[in-house]
């Protein structure tokens, strides 16, 4: 722990009884106290020391862990407290400025925060504070929502037909079915809802409300059948209830699965708690006590009723007082003949008005007082279409909120202190109504039914995906689940949806589906951890692991590309370039050397990364981008390059962009670039260089763009005022190009050409990139052209030797030509304009002693002797020649590759280099590639 020094201690004993804030400790001018404790006395720091007990964690930068700290917000009008940073204890602590007053130290009474949730835990009076909201504890806020939700209508005016029609014992199966479903869900959101704090409802659970209200408020349309004009109920009777165990099936939904339709939503409404998670005191605790309450006692509601009307209530009734049993007749059948009735005709008939497979107002007819059941059905229509209605809105916010979906934005607004989403209910109204003009409880209850299991088996999905994807951060507090029970929960759900009803099956998967593969395609910005992030991961690392038990073959080479693009949207044209061939095919990275010293560039390092990640996304750019701080450039090259990647998906092609400004610049900057190179043929890398006309850093078109109205006098006043400038004014007609430079790999190419010139040998890489090049859209129609050397008295066998080696690989190359004027005398003027190249950078040593040179070398190593431009004037005229036959056969091309020529470590100057590669590739107008592979093979023509 990082001790303050000792003028930190309080001055006062009178407040060692609270906390401090640091302003206290390092801003107080008065004297230090005459005794002052001393921590390394035995005597001050003890047991039995009241400084040692109050002060431990408030008397240092370093804190006690504390609640604080982790909450993502406070109470209202109370500040933010947060622990130190890193930089506080490691490095330095800042004296001034707001962020000290906002550490953990305070001088008010410890006590909990609520994180905005809780309702009066903190305040020692337990009063309500004006304007903070209303919450619930779980037998209001949870348990009652959900027993008022799932008794609905279907409990009055459904559960004694469906008792008549299924028997009692297939009733009470019916009933323990729906139950198994909702309780294994009632599990699942329970581990969902209590792994951490639940703020404005449960995501997983939006599907299930917003479908749910609009049945129960149809149920005011079924109420009036008429009064009963003659008792068909007898009280509970042995002999009724055997009858009516057996079922009776009759009409079009007389089937099992066709009655568990119509039931299922009255055992739905378990998330009416959940869906107001944002109004509970404690949430973690009230949704799973209250949900799992709610369900048992509604279950044994449902039980009860459907035997005690099954044991006194006969299939069938005429209502008629007069069908009464005549003395002597035997024509009477049926178990109502021996309680004196006689409905014999019209059971026959299939007539019957009432009895309790005909009347669905039955429960009223056996009750004590009948208006108190028209009273249960209002009430409980009316209870759950407003609890769905408040459920549906609230939920319907969240998505709101985040944005999920278009247009839905201004259904999100809330109005008073508890963020009531008015406009959300009205939607809700509206789309209850639609389903009212339906009037049909029957054909809503099997739509509604299929929504309700859709929603369900995502639950639970998501608290078996959450589980075996073995997340540190999925620790739900309730243990009472089964990941393999919340499974089987998912797939009954499903099964059940197709059994009950197929054609409503597959519209709610296909809503389901589409709204999910929505989200996935829009990619909104936000995150809630969800599980799958986490099984991507476990997915991603297990294939990275398995990855190393095999060895690399050439069949599955791919070309995996480190970048060094410095910020990515400075050069885009090379981004754009990689990232075309590397797009679902391999690795790329981009690379960024942040130089300085590391304390200085740490806190830019930490800004800047997530910026130039949403830059790539925004691009649509599948790269990963990797920053290092080192002194210098090629330090932190050499360590990208080494320590990029992961397992077998590490690089192994170093792509850069070609020094533009080689002659102007300082020689050293020079000597480490043509270093990097060597450096990546040392690492066993190929070597990809990339030269546009128009250049490849566009950062002062970025400058540029944030002056709309360019003006280069301005700009000199600019760079007057701020020093002298290496690069001068900026011309207008560069920054359109260089704009057009920066999209050329995003436009079509047309039917131009991809001409590769194939001079050397370098395992195959020079072939390989313009083949994965041209399988891009954007570069089909192009036609490729391969190049070669060759004598000219060899023309016609060396080309069909070459068209046979590149069909052996299998890249669809036809168009080869062979060049037998390669090592042609270019030019006289060509040759001048090389040599006035490398005049400046010559060291001139013809006449000069051996020790004046080697001391001339030794300060300036990039300096080309007469000895190095004697030994390679060879392979420097090939480079002119081959200049003057790219402008010849390439000049209108879309891309140029060439072999990059390699200069040989200590024995090339990096001046005679890069003069090699400016006269390669100087005047084309296309863009130019110069690949060089690790000389291994890349492309093969065997099948193993």
Same mark, same amino acid.
């Given at each position: 722990?990082?001790?303050?020094?000792?003028?930190?201690?309080?001055?006062?004993?009178?407040?060692?009884?609270?906390?401090?804030?640091?302003?206290?400790?390092?801003?107080?001018?008065?004297?230090?106290?005459?005794?002052?404790?001393?921590?390394?006395?035995?005597?001050?720091?003890?047991?039995?020391?009241?400084?040692?007990?109050?002060?431990?964690?408030?008397?240092?930068?370093?804190?006690?862990?504390?609640?604080?700290?982790?909450?993502?917000?406070?109470?209202?009008?109370?500040?933010?407290?947060?622990?130190?940073? &890193?930089?506080?204890?490691?490095?330095?602590?800042?004296?001034?400025?707001?962020?000290?007053?906002?550490?953990?130290?305070? +001088?008010?009474?410890?006590?909990?925060?609520?994180?905005? &949730?809780?309702?009066?835990?903190?305040?020692?009076?337990?009063?309500?504070?004006?304007?903070?909201?209303?919450?619930?504890?779980?037998?209001?806020?949870? !348990?009652?929502?959900?027993?008022?939700?799932?008794?609905?209508?279907?409990?009055?005016?459904?559960?004694?037909?469906?008792?008549?029609?299924?028997?009692?014992?297939?009733?009470?199966?019916?009933?323990?079915?729906?139950?198994?479903?909702?309780?294994?869900?009632?599990?699942?959101? #329970?581990?969902?809802?209590?792994?951490?704090?639940?703020?404005?409802?449960?995501?997983?659970?939006?599907?299930?409300?917003?479908?749910?209200?609009?049945?129960?408020?149809?149920?005011?349309?079924?109420?009036?059948?008429?009064?009963?004009?003659?008792?068909?109920?007898?009280?509970?009777?042995?002999?009724?209830?055997?009858?009516?165990?057996?079922?009776?099936?009759?009409?079009?939904?007389?089937?099992?699965?066709?009655?568990?339709?119509?039931?299922?939503?009255?055992?739905?409404?378990?998330?009416?708690?959940?869906?107001?998670?944002?109004?509970?005191?404690?949430?973690?605790?009230?949704?799973?006590?209250?949900?799992?309450?709610?369900?048992?006692?509604?279950?044994?509601?449902?039980?009860?009723?459907?035997?005690?009307?099954?044991?006194?209530?006969?299939?069938? =009734?005429?209502?008629?007082?007069?069908?009464?049993?005549?003395?002597?007749?035997?024509?009477?059948?049926?178990?109502?003949?021996?309680?004196?009735?006689?409905?014999?005709?019209?059971?026959?008939?299939?007539?019957?008005?009432?009895?309790?497979?005909?009347?669905?107002?039955?429960?009223?007819?056996? #009750?004590?007082?009948?208006?108190?059941?028209?009273?249960?059905?209002?009430? =409980?229509?009316?209870?759950?279409?407003?609890?769905?209605?408040?459920?549906?809105?609230?939920?319907?916010?969240?998505?709101?909120?985040?944005?999920?979906?278009?247009? $839905?934005?201004?259904?999100?607004?809330?109005?008073?202190?508890?963020?009531?989403?008015?406009?959300?209910?009205?939607?809700?109204?509206?789309?209850?109504?639609?389903? $009212?003009?339906?009037?049909?409880?029957?054909?809503?209850?099997?739509?509604?039914?299929?929504?309700?299991?859709?929603?369900?088996?995502?639950?639970?999905?998501?608290?078996?995906?959450?589980?075996?994807?073995?997340?540190?951060?999925?620790?739900?507090?309730?243990?009472?689940?089964?990941?393999?029970?919340? /499974?089987?929960?998912?797939?009954?759900?499903?099964?059940?949806?197709?059994?009950?009803?197929?054609?409503?099956?597959?519209?709610?998967?296909?809503?389901?589906?589409?709204? &999910?593969?929505?989200?996935?395609?829009?990619?909104?910005?936000?995150?809630?951890?969800?599980?799958?992030?986490?099984?991507?991961?476990?997915?991603?690392?297990?294939?990275?692991?398995?990855?190393?038990?095999?060895?690399?073959?050439?069949?599955?080479?791919?070309?995996?590309? /480190?970048?060094?693009?410095?910020?990515?949207?400075?050069?885009?044209?090379?981004?754009?370039?990689?990232?075309?061939?590397?797009? +679902?095919?391999?690795?790329?990275?981009?690379?960024?050397?942040?130089?300085?010293?590391?304390?200085?560039?740490?806190?830019?390092?930490?800004?800047?990364? +997530?910026?130039?990640?949403?830059?790539?996304?925004?691009?649509?750019?599948?790269?990963?981008?990797?920053?290092?701080?080192?002194?210098?450039?090629?330090?932190?090259?050499?360590?990208?390059?080494?320590?990029?990647?992961?397992?077998?998906?590490?690089?192994?092609? /170093?792509?850069?962009?070609?020094?533009?400004?080689?002659?102007?610049?300082?020689?050293?900057?020079?000597?480490?670039?043509?270093?990097?190179?060597?450096?990546?043929?040392?690492?066993?890398?190929?070597?990809?260089?990339?030269?546009?006309?128009?250049?490849?850093?566009?950062?002062?078109?970025?400058?540029?763009?944030?002056?709309?109205?360019?003006?280069?006098?301005?700009?000199?006043?600019?760079?007057?005022?701020?020093?002298?400038?290496?690069?001068?004014?900026?011309?207008?007609?560069?920054?359109?190009?260089?704009?057009?430079?920066?999209?050329?790999?995003?436009?079509?190419?047309?039917?131009?050409?991809?001409?590769?010139?194939?001079?050397?040998?370098?395992?195959?890489?020079?072939?390989? $990139?313009?083949?994965?090049?041209?399988?891009?859209?954007?570069?089909?129609?192009?036609?490729?052209?391969?190049?070669?050397?060759?004598?000219?008295?060899? !023309?016609?066998?060396?080309?069909? =030797?070459?068209?046979?080696?590149?069909?052996?690989?299998?890249?669809?190359?036809?168009?080869?030509?062979?060049?037998?004027?390669?090592?042609?005398?270019?030019?006289?003027?060509?040759?001048?304009?090389?040599?006035? !190249?490398?005049?400046?950078?010559?060291?001139?040593?013809?006449?000069?002693?051996?020790?004046?040179?080697?001391?001339?070398?030794?300060?300036?190593?990039?300096?080309? #002797?007469?000895?190095?431009?004697?030994?390679?004037?060879?392979?420097?005229?090939?480079?002119?020649?081959?200049?003057?036959?790219?402008?010849?056969?390439?000049?209108?091309?879309?891309?140029?590759?060439?072999?990059?020529?390699?200069?040989?470590?200590?024995?090339?100057?990096?001046?005679?280099?890069?003069?090699? /590669?400016?006269?390669?590739?100087?005047?084309?107008?296309?863009?130019?590639?110069?690949?060089?592979?690790?000389?291994?093979?890349?492309?093969?023509?065997?099948?193993?």
């Amino acid at each position: 722990m990082a001790e303050l020094p000792v003028s930190e201690t309080p001055r006062d004993p009178a407040l060692c009884s609270g906390r401090f804030t640091i302003s206290t400790l390092l801003g107080s001018d008065e004297p230090p106290p005459p005794t002052a404790y001393d921590s390394s006395h035995p005597s001050h720091l003890t047991h039995g020391s009241t400084f040692y007990m109050r002060t431990f964690g408030y008397n240092t930068v370093d804190v006690v862990p504390a609640y604080e700290h982790y909450a993502n917000s406070t109470l209202p009008g109370e500040p933010r407290k947060v622990r130190p940073t &890193l930089a506080d204890l490691h490095s330095f602590l800042k004296q001034e400025g707001s962020h000290l007053h906002a550490l953990a130290f305070d +001088n008010r009474p410890n006590h909990e925060m609520t994180d905005g &949730l809780v309702e009066g835990e903190a305040r020692t009076n337990g009063e309500q504070k004006a304007g903070e909201p209303i919450r619930f504890g779980w037998v209001k806020g949870v !348990m009652i929502r959900c027993m008022l939700n799932i008794w609905g209508v279907i409990l009055y005016l459904r559960l004694p037909w469906i008792t008549a029609q299924a028997g009692i014992v297939l009733t009470w199966v019916i009933i323990l079915l729906s139950v198994l479903v909702t309780s294994i869900t009632g599990l699942s959101i #329970s581990a969902i809802s209590t792994n951490g704090k639940v703020k404005s409802g449960v995501r997983h659970t939006h599907r299930g409300p917003y479908q749910r209200h609009p049945h129960h408020r149809c149920g005011h349309r079924h109420r009036a059948a008429g009064h009963l004009p003659g008792r068909h109920g007898v009280g509970v009777q042995g002999d009724i209830f055997v009858q009516n165990l057996v079922p009776d099936w009759r009409g079009m939904d007389g089937s099992f699965f066709g009655m568990f339709s119509i039931f299922f939503p009255s055992a739905t409404g378990i998330l009416a708690g959940a869906n107001i998670s944002g109004d509970l005191k404690d949430p973690a605790v009230a949704i799973p006590k209250g949900t799992l309450m709610a369900i048992f006692w509604t279950t044994v509601s449902y039980l009860a009723i459907s035997a005690t009307i099954g044991s006194c209530v006969v299939r069938d =009734a005429s209502g008629v007082l007069n069908d009464t049993v005549v003395p002597g007749s035997d024509a009477c059948e049926g178990l109502a003949c021996g309680y004196g009735w006689n409905f014999t005709a019209c059971s026959q008939q299939h007539s019957c008005r009432f009895g309790l497979i005909n009347y669905y107002q039955t429960m009223s007819m056996v #009750s004590g007082f009948a208006p108190l059941i028209t009273a249960g059905i209002f009430g =409980a229509t009316l209870s759950s279409a407003l609890a769905c209605l408040v459920s549906a809105a609230k939920v319907f916010q969240c998505l709101c909120e985040d944005q999920l979906y278009p247009l $839905i934005g201004f259904f999100g607004k809330g109005y008073g202190k508890n963020k009531e989403p008015v406009r959300g209910y009205l939607l809700a109204y509206t789309i209850a109504v639609a389903f $009212i003009i339906i009037a049909e409880l029957n054909t809503i209850a099997p739509i509604i039914s299929n929504f309700f299991l859709c929603s369900y088996a995502l639950i639970n999905f998501s608290c078996f995906h959450a589980s075996i994807t073995n997340s540190p951060g999925w620790r739900p507090s309730f243990r009472y689940y089964s990941k393999w029970a919340a /499974l089987f929960g998912a797939v009954i759900s499903v099964v059940i949806m197709f059994l009950l009803t197929w054609w409503a099956a597959l519209i709610a998967i296909g809503v389901i589906l589409f709204l &999910l593969l929505y989200v996935i395609y829009k990619k909104p910005e936000v995150n809630w951890g969800s599980s799958v992030q986490a099984g991507s991961y476990n997915l991603a690392l297990s294939h990275s692991v398995g990855l190393n038990e095999v060895e690399d073959h050439i069949k599955n080479y791919r070309p995996q590309c /480190l970048v060094l693009t410095g910020p990515p949207n400075f050069r885009p044209a090379l981004v754009d370039f990689v990232g075309t061939f590397t797009r +679902n095919l391999s690795l790329m990275v981009c690379g960024h050397v942040l130089i300085g010293p590391r304390k200085e560039r740490m806190p830019e390092l930490q800004l800047i990364t +997530n910026g130039h990640t949403k830059w790539l996304n925004k691009r649509k750019i599948k790269a990963f981008y990797s920053d290092v701080i080192a002194e210098d450039l090629r330090s932190g090259v050499q360590i990208l390059m080494q320590a990029a990647g992961l397992g077998r998906m590490k690089p192994n092609i /170093l792509v850069v962009g070609f020094k533009k400004n080689w002659q102007s610049a300082h020689p050293a900057t020079v000597e480490d670039y043509v270093g990097i190179l060597h450096d990546a043929f040392d690492f066993n890398y190929g070597v990809c260089v990339m030269r546009m006309r128009e250049g490849l850093n566009i950062s002062k078109v970025m400058q540029a763009h944030i002056n709309p109205v360019f003006d280069p006098a301005e700009d000199n006043k600019e760079a007057r005022a701020s020093g002298p400038s290496v690069c001068g004014p900026l011309d207008p007609k560069a920054l359109v190009q260089e704009e057009q430079a920066s999209t050329v790999f995003q436009s079509e190419q047309g039917k131009k050409t991809i001409d590769i010139y194939w001079l050397f040998d370098d395992g195959g890489l020079t072939l390989l $990139i313009p083949y994965l090049l041209g399988r891009k859209k954007r570069w089909s129609k192009c036609r490729i052209r391969v190049f070669v050397g060759g004598q000219i008295n060899r !023309m016609d066998q060396e080309r069909k =030797a070459i068209i046979s080696l590149l069909s052996k690989f299998r890249l669809g190359f036809q168009e080869v030509h062979v060049l037998p004027d390669i090592n042609q005398k270019p030019r006289a003027e060509h040759t001048k304009r090389f040599e006035d !190249m490398i005049a400046p950078f010559r060291l001139n040593d013809g006449f000069k002693d051996e020790a004046t040179v080697t001391e001339m070398r030794q300060d300036c190593p990039w300096k080309i #002797s007469d000895e190095e431009i004697n030994k390679n004037r060879v392979k420097s005229l090939r480079q002119v020649r081959l200049n003057e036959i790219l402008l010849d056969y390439s000049r209108d091309a879309a891309l140029v590759v060439i072999t990059l020529p390699v200069g040989r470590k200590g024995k090339c100057p990096s001046s005679l280099y890069m003069a090699w /590669l400016e006269t390669l590739s100087q005047d084309l107008r296309p863009p130019v590639i110069l690949i060089r592979g690790n000389q291994e093979n890349v492309l093969t023509f065997y099948c193993q």
